[in-house]
């Protein structure tokens, strides 16, 4: 169940911009909302720190959360409010933790300065560490640059895109998958991206009808692994469509949310190599570089 939503915030306009996306779900959800902001450490060597005020920093944290939350609050929604003193992503995992997030949201661009920090990177090591699932959402299209007058996309999706690569990392997402979908009567559509670079080592100069039959064969394979998912999701009352195609992990992916017009792509973010599996890890790394979608990351660790 998710019962607590972190949302970090680093002051900026663009990490704001996911509050109404974070409060839809946590109504559907019945959940908290938690807000946490970083006041960032400065190196005590750093002669910056001299002109620093840190109670006047403390206050003005303090100050624009609870203005923020108060926002939120005149909305309905059950919100706390937690300014921190320490390195942003170290902040959010810790208290994540500590008050058993079930979801973090945050947008994958934001400002820096005292108050504020560089949401990509921080994104970068909470996907990395984090126990809970986090959701990802682009804040800039694909290949351009962050616009905080752009607007987030809905986190009420009619398809959820889910790659398999076989492994139990992969399905391990499944259970969060099932939870996020029943709140918004969402489908699933099973993936599995046939790599030919994975089919045969040196492919490219192999026989073309070796590795013709190779990939048939995987492909097969893919299919059934993908329909006895789809089997046991059916029988819990989950629409499921399954999908399988020959390309590089990531470019299926995108390709397949695409063709599909899934709204959300969601992964484990660790997988298995092997002859017909995906490492999710780096795939998923892909996938948040170049998507458009919001994506959810399971880490095998998350509940």
């Known amino acids: 169940?998710?019962?607590t939503i972190l949302v970090p915030l680093d002051g900026s306009d663009l990490s704001e911009s996911i509050l109404p996306f974070a409060a839809d779900i946590a109504g559907r959800a019945g959940a908290e909302i938690l807000l946490v902001t970083a006041i960032?450490?400065?190196?005590?060597?750093d002669a910056t720190a001299a002109a620093i005020n840190w109670e006047r920093e403390e206050k003005a944290a303090a100050g624009y959360l609870t203005a923020v939350q108060e926002r939120v609050a005149a909305e309905g929604q059950r919100v706390r409010a937690l300014p921190l003193h320490g390195d942003a992503g170290q902040v959010i995992l810790d208290a994540a933790e500590k008050e058993s997030a079930g979801l973090i949201t945050m947008t994958t661009h934001g400002r820096s300065g005292v108050m504020r920090w560089l949401l990509g990177s921080v994104a970068d090591r909470v996907?990395?560490?984090?126990?809970?699932?986090?959701?990802?959402?682009?804040?800039?299209?694909?290949?351009?640059?962050?616009?905080?007058?752009?607007?987030?996309?809905?986190?009420?999706?009619?398809?959820i895109l889910v790659p398999l690569d076989g492994s139990e990392v992969a399905a391990g997402v499944l259970p969060f998958v099932k939870e996020?979908?029943?709140?918004?009567?969402?489908?699933?559509?099973l993936y599995?991206?046939?790599?030919?670079?994975?089919?045969y080592p040196g492919f490219e100069t192999a026989n073309a009808q070796i590795v013709g039959r190779l990939l048939?064969?995987?492909q097969k394979e893919a299919a059934v692994m993908l329909n006895e998912s789809a089997k046991k999701l059916e029988d819990e009352g989950f629409k499921c469509e399954t999908a399988v195609s020959i390309e590089l992990a990531a470019d299926g992916i995108l390709h397949a949310a695409e063709q599909s017009k899934a709204g959300l792509i969601a992964i484990g973010t660790h997988g298995r190599s092997g002859l017909s599996r995906a490492v999710l890890g780096s795939v998923a790394?892909?996938?948040?570089?170049?998507?458009?979608?919001?994506t959810l990351l399971v880490h095998p660790r998350a509940p």
């Open 192 to 199: 599995h991206a046939v790599s030919p670079a994975g089919a």
């Open 180 to 189: 996020y979908a029943k709140l918004f009567g969402a489908g699933l559509v």
């Open 216 to 218: 048939e064969d995987m």
């Open 285 to 294: 790394n892909a996938v948040l570089r170049r998507s458009t979608l919001p």
């Open 40 to 45: 960032q450490p400065v190196g005590v060597w």
């Open 1 to 3: 169940m998710i019962k």
């Open 127 to 159: 996907v990395q560490h984090s126990k809970a699932a986090v959701m990802l959402i682009p804040a800039r299209p694909a290949g351009g640059r962050a616009s905080e007058d752009r607007p987030l996309p809905s986190p009420a999706v009619e398809r």
